[in-house]
């Protein structure tokens, strides 16, 4: 990331960086796993290294800025999205941005607690990692959780979406939702708690995370 001395122009600077990086994930297939009727997404890693970067609220920008262009693909990209919007468009803008903008705005407050915490310990600077690492893994979590959760609470009785997921009544939606969100949270952790953790402690040894 960019070093200046100007605290908000270097803060415009990750933001816009981090945002650029959002869109390319987004529309490359780089961002998406697509599996079937649904997808495991790489595009929390961003809004995490932005939510330790910036705070809450770049968290949650970035997290926006996920969130619209996840809306963007329920216009015929992605096949499930595009099922769900035409059941209800507002259902489908919530699912797909509020939970995203929200997911930011928690990482950004749960990276600030740990580090209130941590910063209570002995030999604080060693303990960054851990604060990094444990902010990094609950992007991924709050992002499958409440993203399914959504669907689950929006959508769970729509046919359609039990066509889609080719169940049968021998598998209630709840069951389904809540095995996926744990295989999706699992992959989506493993990749983001690994790269974000990664990222942000080269960053604190560049000198760029200062807080």
């Known amino acids: 990331m960019p070093r200046t001395r100007n605290p908000k122009i270097r803060q415009m600077v990750q933001l816009s960086i981090l945002t650029a990086l959002i869109l390319v994930l987004a529309f490359t297939p780089i961002g ?3 599996l079937g009727p649904f997808s495991i997404t790489f595009m929390p890693v961003p809004v995490v290294i932005g939510a330790i970067l910036l705070g809450p609220g770049g968290g949650a920008f970035l997290g926006l800025v996920f ?22 468009i507002f259902f489908t803008f919530v699912m797909t941005v509020v939970t995203r903008t929200l997911m930011g705005y928690l990482v950004g407050l749960v990276f600030r607690g740990m580090q209130a915490l941590l910063a209570k310990l002995p030999k604080s600077d060693k303990t960054k990692p851990v604060a990094y690492a444990i902010a990094s893994a609950a992007g991924p979590l709050f992002n499958t959780i409440l993203f399914m959760s959504a669907m689950y609470l929006f959508f769970g009785k729509e046919q ?9 009544g021998a598998v209630p939606f709840f069951v389904f939702v809540f095995g996926l969100v744990f295989a999706n949270a699992l992959v989506e952790l493993l990749v983001t708690l690994l790269i974000g953790t ?3 402690v080269a960053l604190d040894h560049a000198k760029v995370l200062h807080k």
């Open 67 to 88: 969130g619209l262009t996840s809306f963007a693909q329920c216009f015929g990209i992605d096949p499930m999205g595009t099922t769900l919007m035409t059941i209800n």
């Open 198 to 200: 990664a990222v942000c």
């Open 160 to 168: 359609v979406v039990l066509d889609a997921f080719a169940l049968t």
């Open 32 to 34: 998406y796993l697509r």
